[in-house]
């Protein structure tokens, strides 16, 4: 079924937006505490295993 009128002027208008917030989210990037946990975490895993 093809939509056709205001109803496909609202899909368009959604899909737009859509693709406007996804690209912002892409970007915003990793956050610097994120970046610094993950090392973090890496750190200890690499501790670990050493250890064994």
């Known amino acids: 079924m093809t939509r056709t ?3 496909r002027k609202r899909e368009s208008v ?3 937006n859509l693709r406007r ?3 912002e989210a892409l970007e915003e ?3 610097d505490r994120f970046t610094d946990l993950l ?3 890496k750190e200890q895993d690499q501790a670990k ?3 064994k």
């Open 29 to 31: 990037g990793v956050p």
């Open 14 to 16: 959604i899909d737009e």
């Open 39 to 41: 090392k973090a975490l």
């Open 49 to 51: 295993g050493t250890q």
């Open 5 to 7: 009128g205001p109803s």
């Open 21 to 23: 917030v996804y690209d």
